[in-house]
Nanobody
Framework: QVQLAESGGGLVQAGGSLRLSCAAS????????MGWFRQNLGKEREFVAE????????AYTDSVKGRFTISRDNAKNTVYLQMNSLKPEDTAVYYC????????????WGQGTQVTVSS
């Protein structure tokens, strides 16, 4: 089992920045690809970014490329999402997720943290 806990959400004006953190506990953190998803009211949860254990070749959804950066600190069992140049359409509940590196299913989820971007 992997337990995930997000923090760092809040209210920010358009153009501002926030950094989300996700602390993981449980099984070996380095065996898991870590990701961020988001969900707004009435919409499906969408993929935002993911990063593998070595931290190479992170992947992003097109709408956040060049603005968001995912990173991880394996010594601290923590994954981050640095969000810059925020837009009102980035408003959502952001979820941290984990999947075993050899599998495709995201089996572990955090409780979510609210990000609100005002115009």
């Amino acid at each position: 089992q992997v337990q995930l806990a997000e923090s760092g959400g809040g209210l920010v004006q358009a153009g501002g920045s926030l950094r989300l953190s996700c602390a993981a506990s449980g099984r070996s953190f380095s065996s898991y690809t870590m990701g961020w998803f988001r969900q707004n009211l009435g919409k499906e949860r969408e993929f935002v970014a993911e990063i593998s254990w070595p931290g190479r070749n992170p992947a992003y959804t097109d709408s956040v490329k060049g603005r968001f950066t995912i990173s991880r600190d394996n010594a601290k069992n923590t994954v981050y999402l640095q969000m810059n140049s925020l837009k009102p359409e980035d408003t959502a509940v952001y979820y941290c997720a984990a999947r075993y590196f050899a599998l495709n299913d995201w089996n572990y989820w955090g409780q979510g943290t609210q990000v609100t971007v005002s115009s």
